[in-house]
């Protein structure tokens, strides 16, 4: 069995002060059939080796502070890949609603 993890280091501050939790994705990439090999005559590379490369170099590009970030990736047997990244329970959309609610009940309550 083989598994590869790479943990990514994006500099901000850690999920747990912004709020987050983690949730995880997975993934099952489609399968070269047995004994596949290129036009060079060596085996084919697994999917998820070229899918998990993918993720790591386009997700940890991403980098905004209103993005939920790629924390680790990781390959697992037959096949699967594990993202595992922050998670917010509300959207962005519900944060702006809610902050907009508070400064709106901030003025009247400074106009009375």
Not at 58 to 75: D, F, K, N, S, T
Request: hydrophobic residues 30%; proline residues 4%; contains cysteine.
């Amino acid at each position: 069995t083989h598994t590869h993890t790479t943990t990514m280091n994006n500099h901000r501050p850690g999920y747990q002060d912004l709020g987050a939790e983690l949730g995880i994705l997975t993934f099952v990439c489609a399968v070269h059939p047995t004994g596949s090999v290129g036009s060079n005559g060596l085996p084919l590379t697994p999917n998820s080796v070229r899918c998990l490369g993918r993720a790591q170099h386009m997700l940890a590009a991403l980098q905004h502070p209103h993005l939920c970030q790629l924390v680790a990736a990781e390959r697992g047997v037959e096949e699967r890949m594990f993202l595992v990244s922050e998670h917010f329970a509300d959207s962005l959309a519900q944060e702006e609603e809610r902050q907009q609610q508070q400064q709106h009940e901030q003025l009247q309550q400074q106009q009375q």
